[in-house]
């Protein structure tokens, strides 16, 4: 009996495909037909494990190449993809490290908005709890990697300022965009937020600043125990405990505040009946999964090009590695979050707008930059919590005077446009600001 050739159907509301396939499946009957659903149920998903050996090649590279280009020609920002491979051709050919910086620090953006992008489309089969730590662990991705690859390095003092330039730009530059894009297309009215998150993440930022306080008072009184080592020790003491305090967070969030991170807006919609009008996936939850590693692992891969031309770009462009670690680097690794907030803005979802800014500040200072000390601790590598005086004191006046922006609870674009006017006046201070220590830190011996 001749095999009945796959065809492709299209729901018209959802928006999901549907393929019905015959030859493709294994210990099919002479009148088997299973349905494999891409989108529109996930616990009747059938993977791609099990099409069958007599299943064409033509059929597969056809699906194939339609969800490459549903993850990868949605979006014009990933017209810069292409600079990535650029960057190591660079490098082979002529090896000039400006050329190569610039080119792996424009490819990395548009693979930092996918990587955001496909964690939210997983985030659609496990929960919104769930889903809003994945969203929140993975955008922060991209610093932790171009961190991990800076601390094999040695380049200790790129590791402490980038993770303090990812905090910076999440709070004044990605939340100042998005009080200021949603209060200019909402003008007519204040739009609020939940401010019991506001304040619970803003008193984990505070928590974060006083673990990065006390190494730096210590260092410069002079006054450690032993000389060269309490420093150290009580780094990555307080790095131990900011990291329990994080997982209590997280435990916090999921058991006793599951309904706490859902808008208003959002139970009365649900009330409504109108939740069937939401956003359907537009890839599956497998999909999601394999995209994830092949993504996590490309921007691995060009994360090691940046770093290696951090020192050669900062002579050959004369730009200061301070300001490439602390405005260059997190801008880039917050390309999905600044979008993200932005748009969550301009619907009027502040909270998630919150949630994404805020929440990645949460998680790099409590998380990101505690798992660098540890991290380096393992690897023998002496980074700790002394971020130096200059450091710690823009991050303390940041954490201040975003805790004020979010105490009442509203927001407008002058707030946004406040915030904005801060994170100008720290890139110029950073732009003119010579690091005391060097760029790469020799481990002890």
């Known amino acids: 009996m001749p095999g009945i050739q796959p065809r492709i159907e299209m729901e018209s509301l959802e928006e999901h495909y549907v393929i019905e396939e015959d030859e493709c499946l ?18 009747r998903y059938y993977p791609f494990s099990l099409f069958s050996e007599d299943c064409g090649w033509k059929e597969i590279w056809n699906i194939v190449l339609s969800r490459t280009k549903v993850v990868f020609f949605s979006n014009k920002i990933n017209l810069l993809v292409p600079c990535g491979p650029l960057a190591v051709l660079v490098d082979l050919v002529t090896g000039h490290q400006g050329s190569v910086f610039l080119l792996s620090l424009l490819g990395t953006i548009p693979l930092a908005e996918r990587l955001g992008w496909v964690t939210e489309q ?12 994945l ?7 991209t610093e932790l990697i171009i961190s991990i690859h800076a601390m094999k390095s040695g380049m200790i003092r790129v590791v402490q300022q980038s993770l303090l330039g990812s905090i910076l730009s999440n709070m004044l530059l990605v939340l100042g965009s998005a009080f200021f894009s949603g209060g200019i297309v909402h003008s007519n009215k204040e739009q609020v937020f939940n401010k019991a998150n506001a304040e ?11 673990g990065l306080l006390f190494p730096a008072v210590l260092h410069f009184t002079r006054t450690e125990l032993h000389v060269g080592k309490s420093e ?18 997280i435990c916090f969030q999921l058991i006793s505040q599951r309904n706490v991170s859902v808008p208003v807006n959002e139970d009365e919609s649900e009330a409504d009946g109108s939740s069937d009008d939401k956003e359907a996936p537009k890839i599956t939850k497998w999909e999601s999964i394999i995209w994830l590693f092949i993504l996590t692992a490309s921007i691995s891969f060009l994360s090691e090009y940046l770093v290696n031309a951090i020192e050669g770009a900062s002579v050959a462009l004369a730009i200061p590695v301070a300001f490439i670690s602390v405005i260059l680097l997190p801008i880039v ?5 600044h979008a993200s907030a932005v748009m969550f803005a301009m619907k009027d979802e502040l909270d998630m707008s919150l949630g994404v800014a805020i929440g990645s500040s949460t ?22 919590l002394n971020f130096q005086l200059f450091e710690t004191a823009t991050l303390f006046m940041t954490v201040l005077v ?3 922006m979010l105490q009442e609870g509203t927001s407008n674009y002058f707030k946004g446009l406040m915030l904005l006017f801060c994170y100008l006046i720290v890139a110029a201070s950073y732009f003119v600001h010579i690091d005391p220590e060097s760029i790469r830190d020799k481990p002890e011996t």
């Open 200 to 210: 619970i993440n803003t008193g984990l930022l505070l928590v974060a600043v006083m």
């Open 402 to 404: 975003v805790a004020f």
């Open 333 to 337: 690794g917050n390309a999905a979050e």
């Open 135 to 141: 969203n929140a662990t993975f955008g922060n991705a």
């Open 26 to 43: 294994i210990n099919r009957g002479p009148t088997d037909k299973r349905v494999l659903y891409l989108g529109a149920a996930p616990n």
């Open 232 to 249: 150290l020790a009580l780094s990555r003491f307080s790095s131990c405990v900011m990291l329990v305090g994080y997982v209590a967070f």
């Open 363 to 384: 998680q790099i200072s409590m998380f990101g930059i505690p798992f660098c000390v540890v991290y380096g601790w393992v690897l023998g590598h002496p980074m700790d």
């Open 122 to 133: 997983l985030a659609f089969y496990t929960g919104p709890t769930v889903g809003g730590l």
